[in-house]
Nanobody, 123 residues
C-alpha cells in the first residue's frame, strides 16, 4: 500500500509560482510512475503531468506545457510539480497518483491517490 501526501498548495497572484510535492511512504517508490491531476468543483478531474519511474518519460497536458515542470527524487521518495506563470484557471485541488503502470497513471486510473492540496490563483 502506497500512501501519498501532497503539499505546497496555497494562494498566489496570477503570474506567480508554486512548487507542489508528493511524498510517498513506500521505500520502492522508484518502481511507480506518478502523475498530477487537478479538479475544480463541478468538473471532471483532469490530467496535468506524469513522469515515469526513472524520469525518462514525461507527459504534460497541453495547457500547462511550458509553464509546469514535473520531476522526481527517488532517493527522497518525492515527486514535484513546479508551476510557473500561474493563471486563475489553474485554481483547483491538485492530486498526485501512483501506479506501477505508467499508462494507468496517465489515464487517471492509477491505484494510489493522495488527499489533494488546494491551489488558488488570484486575478
Amino acid at each position: 500500500q502506497v500512501q501519498l501526501v501532497e503539499s505546497g498548495g496555497g494562494l498566489v497572484p496570477a503570474g506567480g509560482s508554486l512548487m507542489l510535492s508528493c511524498a510517498a511512504s513506500e521505500r520502492t517508490f522508484s518502481s511507480y510512475a506518478v502523475g498530477w491531476f487537478r479538479q475544480t468543483p463541478g468538473k471532471e478531474r483532469e490530467f496535468v503531468a506524469a513522469i515515469s519511474q526513472s524520469g525518462g518519460r514525461i507527459h504534460y497536458a497541453d495547457d500547462v506545457k511550458g509553464r509546469f515542470t514535473i520531476s522526481r527524487d527517488n532517493a527522497e521518495n518525492t515527486v514535484y510539480l513546479q508551476m510557473n506563470s500561474l493563471k486563475p484557471e489553474d485554481t483547483a485541488v491538485y492530486y498526485c497518483a501512483a501506479d506501477i503502470n505508467r499508462l494507468e497513471v496517465v489515464s487517471g486510473t492509477g491505484d494510489y491517490w493522495g488527499q489533494g492540496t488546494q491551489v488558488t490563483v488570484s486575478s
